[in-house]
Nanobody, 128 residues
Framework: QVQLAESGGGLVQAGGSLRLSCAAS????????MGWFRQAPGKEREFVAG????????IYSDSVKGRFTISRDNAKKTVLLQINNLRPEDTAVYYC?????????????????????WGQGTQVTVSS
């Protein structure tokens, strides 16, 4: 099983950019689909972006499409989330998560309960 650690969060002004990184350790990184979720204070955790093990099936929530870009490097065991044109409503703790593809190589998921490994989160705060 993998372990995940996010980094790259911070305080930025609206319109700015950040690149979040998720570093995986342990074995079998390429057996997992990966995703990013976020949780704002007082709100439920929501799906942001996800991709399959090869990175050729990519999905986004409608609220971030066109501003966020997810990618992965299996050799480096990392998943990146490039965030552009940040808005105050993007303020949240961002979590990286892994979901085993169980042989479905095209699999990517928006559902938090299908992910069984989570990182500790990284805070993103956007000032207006």
């Amino acid at each position: 099983q993998v372990q995940l650690a996010e980094s790259g969060g911070g305080l930025v002004q609206a319109g700015g950019s950040l690149r979040l990184s998720c570093a995986a350790s342990g074995r079998g990184f390429d057996t997992y689909a990966m995703g990013w979720f976020r949780q704002a204070p007082g709100k439920e955790r929501e799906f942001v972006a996800g991709l399959n093990w090869r990175g050729d099936n990519i999905i986004y929530s409608d609220s971030v499409k066109g501003r966020f870009t997810i990618s992965r490097d299996n050799a480096k065991k990392t998943v990146l989330l490039q965030i552009n044109n940040l808005r105050p409503e993007d303020t949240a703790v961002y979590y990286c998560a892994a979901s085993p593809h169980s042989g479905d190589y095209y699999y990517a998921s928006r559902k938090a309960d299908e992910y069984d490994v989570w990182g500790q989160g990284t805070q993103v705060t956007v000032s207006s």
